[in-house]
C-alpha cells in the first residue's frame, strides 16, 4: 500500500486521473490533523511554480547586479531548464571566485517537507559544502534561546527533548500539571519529520477524565488548555512569567517546602539563586506581593500554588513561545529553578517540561531513534549567524556581533541560496527584512509554491512536492517510518531539489562528490542501510530495505521500560552526571556570569518586559492551527478560517468595545514597524490588553513600491521585533510585541498573495 508522510501526519494518497484527489489519514492515526485536505487542491493549484523563472531585470547582464531593490516588483521571465541552471552555475562560480566561498549564504533555516532524503535544506547543504562551504546558521527559530542555555544548565535541547517523560507515566503518577503557555494541543499536530500517531489530544482527554490530574493553564489565553475542560486558568500578562514563577519560588523557600536535599546533592549555585529570591541580592524581596503586581495574577493565588505544587507530584512545564522574546532565557532557566526547588526532577510525573504540548513527539514515549538521513559533509566556512540575525547580516556585514560567550563579524553576502523555508514567514520586523533582502547580488530559491521567498527571488527554481517523489518519513520518538512512494508525476516542470543539485554540481565539476553515483531510489536504499545498524544499537530489527517498501511503512516498537526524563540522574549524580561543568543543574552558571551579559547574567532573573504607552496591547503572533506555518495558507483548510479574507485575530471583548470594533470587522493592527489588516474575532477568554493572532498569512504588500507599505492579509511579522532575546543566544524575540489596533474603515482591497506574480517574456 502506498503512504505519504508529511510533518502533520501520514496519509494514503487518493490518486485520480493522474492527479492528487484526496489524503486519507493512515489507518493508524487515531486523532489525525485536517491539514492533509488542503492538499489535494493545492498541489494543482496556480499557486505552484511551474517552470525556472527569472525575474526581468536579472535576466538583463546590464542591470543583474545593480537592481535588488527591484526584487518582489518585477515580473518573472520563464526560462528552460538548460538555462537556468547555466545562470546559476554561473553565478555561484563567478561569487566564489570574485568574493570566495564566505560571501554565499546557504543557512536557509525552514521546515521543507517531511521526507529525509529529499530534505531541501539538507541537500541544499551537502551540495554548498561539496562547493567549498557557505555561511550557516545556528539554532532555530523554533528554540533560539532554549538551544543556547540549556546545554549550560542541565543537557542539549535535544537530548531532552527526546526524553521527555512519556504522557503514559504522566496518566499514572502526575497530580499536578502546571503549564507556563498551556497545552495548546493544536501545535501537536506535528513532528519534524513527520508525526504518525497524533497522540497528546487523545492523553489529555484520558486524563482530564480519569480525574488523578489537575491541570493549571498559566496563559493569557484560556484556549491553550481548551482540551482540559476544567483546567484552572491563571490569565497572566505576557513576558511575565518569571516574576510568577520567582513567586512561587519564593513561597516555597520562605514555607520550606524546598527540597533542601535534592539541592544539595543535584544542582549547584542554590545559595545564590536563593539570596536573589529572598532580595538579599538587590533589596527586592520577590514574594508573592511583588510577583502579583507584574504579573497580573492575585498574591493569594500564587502562595496558595506554590503549597500545591510543593504537596503534589508536580510537573512545571514550559512552552516554546516563552523564549521566543526579549530574555526568552529566563522563562527557560526559571523552569528548571523551580522545579528544583520542588525537588522532583527524575521522579515519575514529576519534574520539568520544556515544550510538552509544542510537538507530538514530546512526551510520546517512543525511543529516539531517527531512520534515514542525509550525510552533508563538512562546511570548511567558519561563518555563522545565530540564525534570526539575518536582516542584521545582511545590513551590517562586518559589524560585530555577540553570540554565546563569543565576538564574531557578519560576513558579507553577496549570494543568498535557499530551499524549503520562507524568510517571508519565519523573519521578524518585514519592512527591514525586505530592506536587506535588496543588498545581495543575487538570491536563488527552490520552491513548490509562489510564496514571497520565491516573489522576492532573482531566479526560482520548482520543486516537486514529496507526493511527486520516493523518499523516507522517519522522525525520532514517532511510532511509523513511512515509505513515500511517489504518487503523481512531478507537476509541470518541477524538479526535485536533489535533481537540480545533481545538475549544478555536474557543470561545477563535483558531481561524483554530490551524488556518489546514485539516483534517488539508490540513495534511500543507501540511507536505510545505514540506519540499520543504528536501529539494531537501539533494540530495532529494521527488515530488509525492500520489505519496509513494499510493506509501506515501519511500525517501531515501544521500549520496554517506561521513559522518565532525567531518572538515571536522579538515581545516582556521581555515577550519570549531566554534562554540565559541575555535572548537575546550575542553577547559577559560572561559565554565563563569565560572559558579563547584563541582559543574561549567571541565575535565572527577572526583567520586566518594555512599556510602550502608545501601543498598549500585546500581540502574541502564534502557531497556526490550519496549517504548518506558511505552509498550505493558500488550502482550503487554512482559507475556510479566514475573516473577510484576512487572518484572524482575537481580542480580548472590552479591548474592541472601547475602540468600537465588532466581531467581523477587519482591523488594522499597528506600531511604528509597520501595519497589517486582519479580520476580528472575539473573546473573554483572551486576557484584556492582550492579542493573537496565528503565524503564516501569506505576506502581501498594499503596494509593493512603497517602503512601509500596509500587508493587506494578515501577516504578523509585520509588527514583530527583529532583535535577539539577549547576547547570550541571539534568538527570536517575536513574543515581544507591542501594538494598538483600530477599525479599518477604508475600502477593503483585495487579497493577491495566492495569485502567480506577474510574467513577462524576455526583451
Ligand atoms: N512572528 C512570529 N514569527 C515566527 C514564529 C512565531 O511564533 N511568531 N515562529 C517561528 C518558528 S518556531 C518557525 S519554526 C519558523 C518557520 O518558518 P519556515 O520553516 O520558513 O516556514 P514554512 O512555511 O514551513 O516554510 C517552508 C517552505 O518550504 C517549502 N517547501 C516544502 N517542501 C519543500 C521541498 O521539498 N523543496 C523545496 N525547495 N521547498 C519546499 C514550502 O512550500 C514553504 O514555503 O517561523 C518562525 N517565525
Ligand atoms: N498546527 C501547527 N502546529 C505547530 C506548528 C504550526 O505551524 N502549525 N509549528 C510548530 C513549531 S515549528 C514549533 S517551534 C512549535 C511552537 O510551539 P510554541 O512556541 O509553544 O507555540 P505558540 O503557538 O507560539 O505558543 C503557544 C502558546 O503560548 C502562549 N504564550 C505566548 N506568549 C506567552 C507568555 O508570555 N506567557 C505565557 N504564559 N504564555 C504565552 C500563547 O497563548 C500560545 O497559544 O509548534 C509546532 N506546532
Ligand atoms: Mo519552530
Redesign the pocket.
Known sequence: MTFTSTHWGAYRPVISDGRLAAMEPAPWDTDPSPIGRSMPATNHSATRVLRPAVRRGFLDPATRHSSGHLRGREPFVELPWDEALDLVAAELGRVRKTYGNRAIFGGS?????AGRF?H?QSQLHRFLNCFGGYVYSKD???LGAGRVLLPHIVDTMDALLQHHTSWDVLERHCELFVSFGGLPSRNAQVSPGGASVHGVRPALRRMASAGRTRFVNISPIRADMADVPDAEWLPVRPGTDVALMLGLAHVLIDENLHDRGFLASHTTGYERVRDYILGGADGVPKTPEWAARQCGINAGTIASLARRMAASRTVVNVV??LQ?AQHGEQPFWMTVTLAALLGQVGLPGGGFGLGYGCMNYIGSGQSSFSGARLPQGRNAVADFIPVARIADMLLQPGAEFEYNGGRHRYPDIRLVYW?????F????DLNRTVAAWQRPQTIVT????W?A?ARHSDIVLP????LERDDIGSAGNERHMVAMRAAIAPVGASRD?YAVFAALSQRLGFEQDYTEGRDALQWLRHLYDEARPRAEAQGIDLPAFDSFWQAGHFEVPRPSRPVVLLERFRADPVAHPLPTPSGRIELYSETIAGFGYDDCPGHARWFAPEADAEHPIHLL???PATR????YDQGEVSRASKISGREPITLNTMDAASRGIRVGDVVRVFNWRGAFLAGVSLSDGVRPGVAQIA??AWYDPLDADRPGSLDKHGN??MV?PDIGSSRLAQG?A??STRVEIERWTETLPPVTAFEPPAFAVAA
Open positions: 533555516y525552514g521546515w521543507s517537507s529529499h531541501a532555530s527559530y523554533s516554546y513561545a521566543r530551499a524549503g523555508g520562507n524568510v514567514h519565519h523573519h521578524q527552490h520552491e513548490q509554491y510564496t521567498q520543486a516537486t512536492t514529496a531539489d503572533s502564534s502557531q504548518l506555518h506558511s505552509q503565524t503564516g504578523a511579522n514583530t527570536c517575536a513574543q
